[in-house]
């Protein structure tokens, strides 16, 4: 059986994915193992979707499929949950640009409704990072494709450019041809969800509802979560293994993550924050802004990183550096915002593009 371990287009709708992994996919959002979000996981998603698609093209066994579009969906979760344009009224009120963001409905339900508007056939759209882009796949005919392809192209830049988001680029493609599941690969998913399903009903028996965040069936171990004060750790491994074990599943190490569930908490009351600082200041190129990840290792301080595109001696830097402090610090002393991060302690540190430190932000 080949390894299968959670750490998360919109469309791919006909990629089908077991029931077991559906919490799996809604908990992405928040799952960042370790407490971290490494300010370069823009550039390692983006290689992932590429790579994703490539499999894809190729013909992927069931196997690579899901465990690749997990990726994609935290991205698309990650990134598009916070764009909306702003109105006039909005500007005029002088409503900070991140709270706009933040109070807004996905921007990719924009570009979806000027397609549907103009009637086009299509297979869902996708965002990738590090570049920006806005991909769209259109179905239909090669020549159907080679009509559209530009006027589709132009209408998403429309929308993009009313909103001023000049950092995306804008791709049209059509769709990749998929391979059916073999037997064996659907055959490891059955084996996969029996042994979830098993290791599910278990901790149910010990009040809980989930895996956890980081969980996995490989070779021969199985792994999941639970918190740092459980006490009865070594009473649930257990239980597992014997409960594998009874079921003819098969003789598996039981590996337990343990989490500070204090530290959890605080991370997932941060995260729409740091999703719409990333959303906002990576889709303009005024604010020079490469990625962004956090880190909540630390029990004192949520830090938030900013990796720019500026060199440390450049001309601009001042500049832009301010431009960046002044609109988080607009966005973090909203009473949204205010409500979320409570009293957290937090450092926002920005840097240069050779990781030399700008300016750090705390309060």
């Known amino acids: 059986m080949g390894s299968k371990k959670s750490n998360t287009n919109e469309s791919f709708e006909d990629i089908q994915v077991p029931k077991s992994l559906d919490s799996f996919i809604q908990e992405l959002p928040k799952r960042y193992a370790n407490g971290e979000y490494d300010q370069e996981l823009e550039s390692q998603i983006d290689k992932e979707w590429k790579s994703f698609r490539k499999k894809v093209k190729k013909g992927p066994n069931q196997k690579v499929v899901a465990f690749s579009i997990s990726v994609v969906a935290a991205v698309l979760l990650f990134i598009g949950s916070a764009f909306v344009s702003p109105t006039v009224q909005q500007i005029a009120a002088n409503i900070p640009y991140l709270k706009m963001l933040f109070e807004s409905e996905p921007f990719i339900d924009e570009i979806r409704a000027a397609l549907d508007r103009e009637g086009y056939q299509y297979d869902g759209i996708g965002v990738s990072v590090n570049p920006r882009e806005v991909t769209v ?8 494709y080679q009509e559209q392809k530009e006027s589709v192209k132009a209408l998403i830049e429309d929308v993009l450019k009313a909103k001023n988001y000049d950092a995306y680029k804008v791709s049209v493609m059509q769709p990749y041809e998929r391979e059916e599941p073999t037997e064996e690969d659907i055959a490891q998913w059955e ?104 880190s909540n290792k630390s029990k004192e301080t949520f830090k938030v990183l900013i990796t720019t595109t500026l060199d440390q001696d450049g001309s601009k830097v001042e500049e832009v550096v301010e431009n960046i402090e002044t609109t988080i610090e607009e966005f973090l002393e909203t009473e949204e915002v205010k409500n979320m991060i409570l009293d957290d302690p937090y450092e926002i540190v920005i840097y240069s593009k050779d990781k030399e430190e700008l300016k750090v932000i705390k309060n």
Do not use: C
């Open 137 to 144: 796949q259109l179905i239909g005919s090669k020549e159907y």
């Open 191 to 294: 084996q996969y969800e029996k042994i979830t399903e098993a290791v599910m009903a278990v901790l149910q028996e010990y009040g809980y509802s989930t895996m956890g965040q980081q969980n996995g069936v490989s070779e021969d171990v199985v792994e999941f979560e639970l918190p740092n004060d459980e006490t009865k750790v070594e009473e649930i491994k257990n239980a597992v293994h014997v409960r594998l074990v009874q079921e003819q599943l098969g003789d598996y190490t039981i590996k337990i993550h343990s989490y500070d569930p204090a530290k959890r908490e605080r991370e997932g009351r941060w995260m729409p924050v740091v999703r719409t600082i990333s959303d906002g200041l990576t889709a303009k190129t005024e604010y020079n802004v490469k990625g962004i990840g956090y």
